[in-house]
Structure formats: C-alpha cells, structure tokens
C-alpha cells in the first residue's frame, strides 16, 4: 500500500498544481503554447489590430481624458472632454457586447442639457474582430492588470 502511494503522489500533485494554476489563468490549456494567457492579453492590449487600448484606456485600463473641445449652441458654449473608463470591473457579458462590431448602439435618450455626451456617444469606442480566443485572453489581462 505504501508504494501505492509513494508511486501516486508526484501524479498526484502535479495534477493538483496544474489544476490551481488553470484556474488562476496562469496556464494555458493548450500544452504547446509559449505565451501565458496574460502575456497575450498584454500583447493585445498595448497592440491589437488597429489602435492600441492603452493609447485611450492607459497604461492600467483605469481611463482617461483623450481630449477636450469647446462646442457653440444657439450662442452657448459647451466645454467637452472626451473620456474612457475604468474598464478593470466590466463584465465579461459587456466586454464581449462592446468589442462585437455586429453589435449595434444602444439607442439612450439625453436631456437637453447633455449636448457634450450627445455628440460624443457611439464615436469613440474603434471596432476591432478579435477571435473568441483574443477576447478572452484580453478580458483576462484587463481584470489582472492591477496585479503587474
């Protein structure tokens, strides 16, 4: 019984090691991989096909001001800032949504005071075609980039 054992036991806990690294991301599920799941997020992130996330989402994915413009109305200025989020706490279900270029705007009613949101909303956010794969591995890296 002890040599059972004894033979079991490396089997045993290297199973148990890649198990607990699957479930923290940190190992690809397909053995011949070079690249972790997060360093291809990152990878995705600083350069996908088209302009980078970081160039309107920063270096951490917190957000920022992009730019800022003055808007006239009916001899009212408006002064606008264009800005992104923090997109570290958005659901997988919303990131999927805003990153599938078939899916369209939600049609949302703004006040007549909101003119800066108004002329600003649908036109920021560039569509990109990332396979499922991409999505995910970016997904991944956007939720742990805190961690770097």
Do not use: W
């Not at 079991?8 to 991989?33: E, F, H, R, V, W």
């Not at 992130?45 to 970081?54: A, D, E, F, L, M």
């Not at 109305?73 to 923090?86: F, N, P, W």
């Amino acid at each position: 019984m002890k040599k059972i054992i004894l033979i079991l036991l490396p089997i045993l806990l290297y199973s148990a090691n890649d198990l607990s690294l699957n479930m923290l991301g940190l190992k690809q599920t397909n053995d011949d991989s070079f690249i972790t799941k997060k360093e291809y997020g990152k990878m995705l992130y600083n350069n996908p096909r088209g302009i980078s996330c970081k160039e309107c989402h920063g270096n951490n994915a917190k957000g920022k001001i992009i730019s800022k413009f003055k808007h006239t109305k009916s001899e009212k200025v408006y002064d606008c800032a264009v800005k992104t989020y923090d997109i570290t706490n958005i659901s997988k279900k919303d990131f999927n949504y805003k990153l599938n270029p078939k899916n369209k705007l939600k049609r949302i009613k703004f006040e007549k005071e909101q003119i800066c949101e108004k002329l600003i909303y649908g036109h920021i956010m560039p569509k990109y075609f990332l396979t499922n794969d991409e999505l995910d591995s970016l997904y991944f890296y956007i939720k742990n980039v805190s961690n770097e």
